[in-house]
């Protein structure tokens, strides 16, 4: 499980990996909210891990959006000393109100050593014009470039769950943005597979990510078929793991019964997992 300095790949190799799982196929990026859920789907078997920004708030008791950027950047830097993968940060408004503030906290997430980031176009509380949006990306794509590393830059058009359901401008905007030079397009919200291949269509050759982060929406295959390169969970994982948590909790304190507890992972397993797990990774 465990990798010792000298082994483990170096952030050059993470990014450059995370950059030819886009080239062809499609692969599952799962959301991990901390060091041990990373390590355990490292230890699954998955190519890459993606930070999850409503996973984390719910576990440090806040809600979504409700972190700082500092909080964000350390987590980020936890994920990637920690795990073996490339991590890719769901980087919510990229915590700025401007351009220039867009540039500096990019810069925070890649020296953080995060493989890929996200941008999206929602801000202060509404979907922004497209104009300044391009602008915020167009900050993030300069970012990128300067710092000279192998950083993947996604353009999320976010009206599909923010009051405009109209795919067609959806669809308008990832164009926009790819034209801007985001790397992956992302559409949060996209519902059926006519939606979702015409989406792939759109932003062709560039890879789509869609999120599918409740049961029973899509499967693997499905979205693989529609041409999908990249598919994320968002809080999914996380929301999965809160109702475990839930049913054990509220037996326990409204009928005094322990039946939840049923099926837990054993405490052997776990440390198991863990044991010997170094945090330095070479430069």
């Not at 409700?66 to 890719?88: E, K, M, N, Y």
């Not at 990306?137 to 990128?144: D, P």
């Not at 932003?203 to 049961?215: E, I, Q």
């Not at 909790?249 to 405490?267: V, W």
């Amino acid at each position: 499980m465990s990798s010792t300095p000298t082994d483990r790949p170096t952030l050059a190799d993470q990014r450059r990996n995370f950059r030819a799982l886009h080239d062809s196929g499609c692969f599952v990026i799962p959301n991990p909210w901390d060091v041990g859920s990373a390590l355990a789907l490292q230890g699954l078997g998955f190519k890459a891990l993606a930070s999850s920004s409503a996973a984390l708030a719910w576990a440090l008791g806040r809600p979504d959006g409700g972190l700082t950027r500092q909080q964000v950047v350390d987590h980020l830097a936890a994920l990637v000393g920690a795990a073996d993968l490339p991590i890719s940060a769901d980087f919510e408004d990229a915590f700025a109100a401007e351009t220039g503030g867009v540039d500096h906290s990019v810069s925070m997430a890649i020296e953080a050593g995060v493989a890929g980031l996200s941008v999206e176009d929602f801000s202060g509380g509404q979907l922004l014009p497209l104009d300044e949006a391009l602008t915020r990306l167009q900050a993030a794509r300069r970012a990128i470039d300067r710092s000279g590393h192998d950083v993947l830059l996604v353009g999320r058009a976010e009206g599909l769950i923010r009051g405009r359901p109209s795919l067609d401008e959806a669809i308008a905007r990832l164009r926009a943005y790819a034209d801007a030079g985001a790397d992956v397009l992302f559409a949060p919200g996209l519902k059926t597979n006519d939606e979702v291949a015409a989406a792939v269509a759109a932003v062709a050759p560039r890879p789509l990510n869609v999120v599918c982060g409740s049961a029973g929406v899509f499967t693997v295959a499905e979205l693989a078929a529609c041409g999908v390169r990249r598919i994320s969970l968002g809080g999914g994982l996380a929301r999965a793991a809160w109702a475990a948590f839930y049913r054990g909790a509220r037996a326990l304190a409204a009928e005094g019964r322990f039946d939840g507890l049923a099926g837990s992972t054993p405490a052997g397993e776990l440390n198991a997992l863990f044991e010997g797990r170094t945090g330095s990774r070479p430069a």
